[in-house]
């Protein structure tokens, strides 16, 4: 039987409560067969593939390759993720580039293609920085089908200080989180951002963005946010009002289904 997570109940509390047991709870998730066989397929078939082409023609590579990346929905876009990864990322026109979730660099970047350098699927290591990668995304996929907030809350907690060890200038990782669906989800929720917002010109957004993390976290600097302090003060926020739009949505579907029913008396 699979073991699935457990998130006992929604809110900070339960994000502590996940936070506690984390390390356990992945621990048994890994044993799953279903992740032990393709974790084992990487491992022995992805030192041989030199090419994107070679990559999207293996369903299973490909499948556990972006899951690893948070890209699983793209399985079937073939001709799109070939480009992704031949074209790599050096050229200001590679296609991850110019694409607005940042996911796709990210992906692109880390297999090498398309670089003039040897494709770093022959690296020492790179089935494990995938497979890493694979575990903890496929643990978060599945805390998400009991929660998505917790979801969200544990991919912050994985990718920021990813971003920040890049080394960006600040308003460079800023412009990063805001190409990161699920990194913008947190900060808009946490800042109580309108649905709006998404439809002011960038530079307006970046400074939306960095106003509201003075006034909320006391600081726009993300280096300092993706500090284990602030992260956390950050989660709270989102977390608290994650929980409040939740409450405001089923109250708003309660009143519409009382009237439709007084109505129809």
Not at 41 to 46: A, N, Q, T
Request: proline share 3%; aromatic share 10%.
């Amino acid at each position: 039987m699979t073991f699935q997570p457990i998130v006992p109940m929604s809110g900070y509390a339960g994000w502590a409560f996940l936070q506690r047991t984390l390390e356990s709870q992945t621990e048994e998730f890994s044993k799953a067969p279903l992740n032990s066989r393709d974790m084992a397929y990487f491992r022995e078939k992805i030192g041989t593939i030199v090419s994107a082409e070679e990559l999207v023609a293996d369903f299973r590579l490909l499948r556990s390759s972006l899951a690893a990346f948070g890209l699983q929905d793209d399985q079937n876009n073939k001709a799109f993720i070939r480009t992704v990864l031949a074209d790599g990322t050096t050229n200001n026109d590679a296609l991850a580039n110019r694409l607005a979730d940042k996911r796709y660099r990210t992906f692109s970047e880390a297999f090498g293609f398309g670089e003039v350098a040897l494709p770093k699927t022959l690296n020492s290591g790179f089935a494990d920085t995938i497979l890493s990668r694979f575990q903890q995304q496929e643990f978060e996929r599945a805390v998400g089908e009991q929660d998505q907030d917790m979801r969200l809350a544990l991919t912050l907690t994985r990718e920021l200080p990813e971003l920040i060890e890049k080394g960006y200038s600040n308003d460079t990782a800023w412009l990063s989180v805001m190409g990161n669906p699920p990194l913008r989800a947190v900060f808009e929720t946490a800042f109580a951002l309108p649905d709006t917002f998404g439809l002011l010109d960038l530079d307006r957004q970046l400074e939306g963005f960095k106003d509201k993390a003075r006034q909320v976290l006391g600081t726009d600097d993300l280096s300092q946010i993706a500090e284990q302090e602030q992260t956390d003060e950050l989660l709270r926020f989102y977390l608290g009002r994650s929980q409040i739009n939740s409450s405001f949505q089923v109250a708003s579907s309660a009143s519409i289904a009382l009237t439709l029913l007084q109505g129809g008396v």
